[in-house]
């Protein structure tokens, strides 16, 4: 470790970068509530069995902070809520309670005046490839995609994710997210075990890992399994091609699933556990027609989908997906860059909601990342064009709550409710304007970035050195 980073670790008398401690187990305790859990849509009951426990557990452990107390403030609490003049009350890393002007505030040493601002759950994002597909972006650092055979079931994406990737600084200081999903990438049908880190500084994986968050399990049909295989002359080469190759898969996982006695295999491991409801589906799908046909063939193998992701054609099927309680991880306005996007629209978020369905905005970018709370505005003025208001609290819930549910973390975080973690964001004016941007981050009531304080700006060892970076004064 360089002695600038030392210096900028013990800034202001507590370490504003690196954790790595055991994860509290009563938060594993509290998201054991089965979540995603389904049954088989077989006739024949089959029995799973044991997967071995996690050999790579989350080592996080929350930043030291005070008991902190953020007041007179707007606040949108994530989910749907929004308070005008209130305040917000955190102690111990957890959210203690939200007022408003006729709620007696706790008397507090720490206050923050948040006169003329606006206070947020910290953002989330449910799909990144920070770290797997570091910056500075050389083939040194491409290890998104295992494009070695169309299922890599048995591949996990934290052994890709470099933690001195300068992405992770830059998404908590321009963008306040504070929890992310990286997954593997779409060149195959079934990409491999996701990871959902929280967004601070660690000299390990570990410890970056959001205790308690379950896995999730990156699928993708569509293009990219047919282009990137059938160039090599290989199945799958078509759409129907894409779907045998998951069935048997997943026919192959069943089996596997009923042996007495299963030699030991990463990948059926993998498949296993999303059988038994333990990995969430995050699958990676353009088109209307396909994502119901694979919500069929879910309900065909005994699995559910979480969320769809791209998703640009899911304002055609709104109805289907609420009926299956299926989220649409979207962007607001990318289409057209390959055929199966050629359909996607900028109402797509609004008109799913309009349907009653889950909207999620999500980045898919390392500069995307950094401003999606933009891009929620841009949906939601795309459907108040249309006639669609939708309100800014509701919104405010697309990069919070609503991913946190599809994660399967919203029990611990996206909302500001007593008993949560404190990942919570000051922005220094409306977070749905494009002029406003982070002003104070904390995650678990740690104080991990002040835009009005240089020494609580976290800096990747990549950018010491560089100019105005690193500058511990």
């Given at each position: 470790m360089t002695n600038a980073m030392r210096a900028l670790f013990l800034a202001g008398g507590a370490l504003t970068l690196?954790?790595?401690?055991?994860?509290?187990?009563?938060?594993?305790?509290?998201?054991?509530?089965?979540?995603?859990?389904?049954?088989?849509?077989?006739?024949?009951?089959?029995?799973?069995?044991?997967?071995?426990?996690?050999?790579?557990?989350?080592?996080y452990k929350p930043y030291p902070g005070v008991e902190t107390l953020i007041i007179p403030t707007t606040v949108f609490d994530g989910a749907g809520g929004r308070i005008d003049n209130g305040w917000v009350h955190f102690r111990d890393g957890?959210?203690?309670?939200?007022?408003?002007?006729?709620?007696?505030?706790?008397?507090?040493?720490?206050?923050?005046?948040?006169?003329?601002?606006?206070?947020?759950?910290?953002?989330?994002?449910?799909?990144?490839?920070?770290?797997?597909?570091?910056?500075?972006s050389v083939d040194a650092h491409s290890d998104v995609n295992e494009s070695t055979a169309p299922t890599t079931a048995d591949v996990w994406t934290e052994h890709s994710v470099h933690p001195q990737d300068p992405?992770?600084?830059?998404?908590?200081?321009?963008?306040?997210?504070?929890?992310?999903?990286?997954?593997?990438?779409?060149?195959?049908?079934?990409?491999?075990?996701?990871?959902?880190?929280?967004?601070?500084?660690?000299?390990?994986?570990?410890?970056m890992k959001f205790p308690g968050a379950p896995y999730g399990f990156k699928m993708a049909c569509g293009e990219n399994p047919k282009r990137v295989y059938g160039n090599k002359g290989r199945k799958p080469r078509t759409r129907m091609g894409n779907f045998a190759v998951n069935r048997q898969t997943w026919l192959d996982a069943r089996a596997y699933a009923e042996d007495d006695n299963p030699k030991r295999d990463l990948e059926m491991e993998t498949l296993a556990g999303v059988l038994k409801g333990e990995l969430l589906v995050h699958n990676h799908c353009y088109r209307a027609d396909e994502m119901a046909f694979v919500m069929d063939m879910a309900k065909e193998m005994g699995y559910r989908v979480t969320a769809f992701h791209h998703a640009v054609e899911a304002y055609k099927i709104g109805d289907l997906l609420r009926e299956n309680g299926v989220c649409s991880a979207i962007w607001a306005d990318w289409y057209g860059f390959k055929m199966e996007a050629y359909d996607g629209i900028m109402e797509n978020a609004a008109l799913l909601a309009r349907e009653g369905a889950c909207v999620i905005i999500h980045s898919d970018d390392d500069n995307g990342i950094q401003r999606l709370n933009q891009e929620a505005a841009k949906a939601q003025a795309a459907g108040k064009r249309m006639g669609i208001d939708i309100s800014d609290a509701e919104v405010i819930g697309w990069i919070t709550l609503n991913a946190a549910k599809a994660m399967g973390i919203d029990a611990m975080t996206g909302s500001l409710e007593p008993g949560k973690m404190a990942d919570v964001v000051l922005w220094n004016g409306d977070p749905l304007s494009v002029y406003s941007r982070p002003e104070k981050v904390w995650i678990d009531g740690a104080l991990?970035?002040?835009?009005?304080?240089?020494?609580?700006?976290?800096?990747?060892?990549?950018?010491?050195?560089?100019p105005g970076e690193g500058d511990v004064k």
């Open positions: 690196v954790a790595c401690a055991t994860a509290n187990a009563g938060d594993k305790a509290d998201n054991a509530d089965n979540r995603g859990k389904v049954e088989s849509a077989s006739s024949a009951p089959f029995r799973l069995p044991e997967t071995p426990a996690d050999p790579y557990p989350s080592t957890k959210i203690v309670a939200v007022g408003g002007p006729t709620t007696m505030p706790p008397d507090v040493a720490n206050v923050i005046d948040g006169s003329d601002k606006f206070v947020t759950p910290g953002v989330i994002d449910i799909h990144s490839h920070l770290g797997n597909g570091a910056q500075p992405g992770f600084s830059r998404a908590l200081t321009n963008g306040g997210v504070t929890s992310l999903q990286i997954l593997p990438g779409s060149a195959n049908l079934m990409g491999g075990r996701t990871v959902t880190l929280k967004n601070v500084y660690a000299r390990t994986v570990q410890g991990l970035y002040d835009a009005l304080d240089r020494k609580r700006r976290p800096v990747s060892d990549f950018e010491l050195g560089q």
